[in-house]
């Protein structure tokens, strides 16, 4: 979606668009401040993961070695074992067919595995991801090989359903390559606290190379500014998925923060460069064009994305959605909303729309004001809104209650004077 996207954009056939000239007037403008050309995207993301994960298993210096040998036509026996732990048929034999060589020879050194797995706190459920992402692990010796992780793991405080989530980590050497990962790291981030909560992020940080990605990330964070090891540790918490860019994209980040007026000394960097982490460029150029078609400025949309930067996470289906509700039935211009961009970040079933409900239920039986004032009404942590609004008129107006449970539907304040 985000290529179609960018080629009918770059394409330049017929008349320019309000989006392509939006996307063509923030380049030019990142271009005066940064020397640099915007639109020309590098992809960013895993660069450690363009092939198969599964090569992890195969090309490491990890003593996980698939039991079969060079096999490569899916083995019935394998897959059903595979659905006797709780795979579909259809999930085991992509799974086998992902996995070449894939030979579970011995069901009881599988059993075993799954057993051990068990009594180190993983579920029914972690079992089926571990055996659906790196079904490798139940060839393996479960006392000799995978017993010693888990002992690790479990001394670092990190959950069996976060391992379960990256089962690929199980399968790497753990004195080759998890030991000196989370020494590293712990050099870095100060605390096996900061490390945990990083971890426990974005578990699938752990499986990329050190030398070739987790250094390399780091060094960069360092040359681009981040010279205070507070810092950098900050961002490491809250984003540890930057080990796993490319020290090119990680410039590119710095860059485009610049460019929107972010500084690394501002208090809320850290959270501005986790949230860019998620993003590819063009994504970037494509979110702050659709704002702009709503009417916004560039300094608009800046400010705002300062204020909260998860509005860039919005799908822009939800983004347009939200835009034109706000419009037609609050009669509210996006900047207008924007001033307190956290709304946009609200859920639109969950939040935004009962809450409408509640107060209208509330004008229609004269409980407040039809001037009231929006977008602030909207504001506020559920347990604000539900104490302002619905506690404190349930026993006189019990729809409010029946309103904020999704259970009465928002139409509109029609008649109500907004």
């Not at 639109?348 to 407040?368: D, H, S, W």
Request: hydrophobic share 40%; net charge positive; glycine share 6%.
């Amino acid at each position: 979606m985000d290529g179609s996207n960018s080629a009918k954009s770059a394409s330049g056939v017929g008349r320019p668009s309000p989006h392509s000239s939006c996307i063509t007037m923030f380049a030019a403008i990142c271009r005066r401040r940064l020397a640099v050309l915007l639109p020309q995207i590098r992809g960013g993301g895993a660069y450690y993961l363009q092939s198969n994960p599964q090569a992890v298993l195969f090309h490491s210096n990890s003593t996980t070695a698939v039991a079969g040998g060079r096999d490569s036509e899916p083995c019935p026996d394998t897959i059903s074992y595979l659905v006797s732990r709780g795979l579909s048929p259809a999930a085991a034999r992509n799974t086998v067919a992902k996995t070449p060589g894939l030979r579970i020879r011995s069901t009881e050194k599988a059993d075993a595995v799954c057993a051990l797995l068990r009594r180190y706190g993983f579920s029914d459920a972690d079992i089926v991801r571990i055996a659906r992402g790196a079904p490798v692990l139940l060839t393996i010796d479960p006392d000799r090989i995978l017993r010693p992780k888990l002992e690790f793991f479990v001394s670092m405080g990190f959950e069996p359903s976060k391992l379960a989530s990256s089962p690929l980590l199980l399968a790497r050497s753990l004195d080759k390559h998890i030991v000196p990962s989370i020494q590293f790291l712990r050099g870095v981030v100060g605390t096996d606290d900061g490390v945990r909560r990083g971890f426990s992020r974005i578990p699938r940080v752990l499986v990329v190379s050190l030398d070739k990605c987790m250094r390399p990330a780091v060094e960069a964070l360092r040359r681009h500014g981040l010279t205070s090891s507070k810092d950098v540790s900050k961002v490491l918490v809250l984003q540890m998925g930057v080990l796993m860019l490319s020290p090119a994209r990680i410039g590119e980040i710095f860059e485009d923060l610049k460019a929107m007026g972010m500084s690394i000394t501002d208090k809320r960097f850290a959270n501005w460069f986790r949230v860019m982490c998620c993003l590819r460029r063009e994504t970037l150029l494509r979110k702050v064009a659709l704002y702009r078609s709503f009417g916004m400025s560039e300094s608009e949309v800046f400010e705002a994305v300062k204020k909260q930067p998860t509005v860039l996470l919005c799908a822009d289906e939800t983004i347009k959605k939200k835009a034109l509700f706000f419009r037609d039935k609050l009669k509210l211009e996006m900047r207008d909303v924007m001033v307190h961009p956290v709304i946009v970040a609200y859920s639109f079933e969950k939040t935004i729309l009962p809450r409408c409900a509640v107060l209208n239920v509330l004008m229609r039986k004269g409980k407040i004001k039809p001037d009231i004032q929006f977008p602030q009404a909207l504001l506020g942590s559920a347990i604000i809104f539900l104490t302002k609004y619905v506690q404190r008129y349930a026993a006189d107006v019990p729809d409010v209650v029946e309103a904020y449970k999704g259970k009465i539907k928002f139409k509109g304040f029609k008649g109500m004077g907004i």
